[in-house]
């Protein structure tokens, strides 16, 4: 029994080749809107359809940041001389003038250079604002002697302390300044009323 399986087992093989060979033979492709429906054959898609690759973004350049604005200068103040006070009251200006003003810090320039006597002046000035004194004296002397070849006079204190109290640093302290009253220097000396500080 088993000689005539295997047998017959070789026989049917050869009969299933011989079989196949005629049916591959007859077979025709099928025409192409069959294979499409069929679904068996899978195209891929048209090359327009295919990503292609990003392109790396160009760098963009952005535009410098502007400069930031710069800060405005502080407005010019008048300038001041004695008894000419912009900005302050007529009857303020009038005590001031006649030394009815309580004062409540003096300061000496005499025997100052004038170097050291404008050094002297800002720090006084400064820390009188700074403590909120308003009503100050300042006494320069009344100079005027001839230089020291005889010529005309030197540049004296009472020449240049009202140009200095004009200077931006001092001047944004300061209302008003005038000649002080006789029993206070007369006019070897000056009234400075302060700014009340902020």
């Known amino acids: 029994m088993t000689g005539r399986r295997g047998q017959g087992h070789g026989k049917d093989r050869g009969d299933d080749t011989a079989l196949w060979h005629r049916v591959a033979k007859e077979i025709a492709p099928l025409p192409e809107k069959a294979k499409r429906k069929t679904?068996?054959?899978v195209r891929p898609p048209p090359e327009a359809a295919i990503p292609e690759k990003a392109a790396k973004p160009k760098p963009v350049k952005l535009p410098a940041p502007a400069p930031a604005p710069a800060k405005p200068a502080p407005p010019r103040l008048p300038e001041l001389s004695h008894g000419v006070a912009p900005g302050l009251d007529a009857a303020s200006l009038e005590r001031l003038r006649r030394g009815k003003m309580p004062v409540e810090a003096k300061l000496d320039l005499h025997g100052h250079t004038l170097e050291a006597a404008h050094k002297a002046l800002a720090a006084f000035i400064a820390a009188a604002w700074e403590r909120e004194r308003r009503a100050l004296l300042v006494i320069t002397g009344k100079g005027g002697r001839p230089g020291a070849d005889g010529g005309a006079p030197r540049?004296?204190?009472r020449?240049?302390?009202?140009?200095?109290?004009?200077e931006p640093g001092l001047r944004a302290k300061i209302l008003a300044f005038t000649q002080a009253?006789?029993?206070h220097g007369g006019a070897g000396a000056l009234y400075v009323l302060l700014r009340k500080k902020r």
């Open 181 to 183: 009253q006789p029993k």
């Open 39 to 41: 679904g068996k054959i």
């Open 155 to 157: 540049a004296t204190l």
């Open 159 to 166: 020449q240049s302390v009202p140009r200095w109290l004009n």
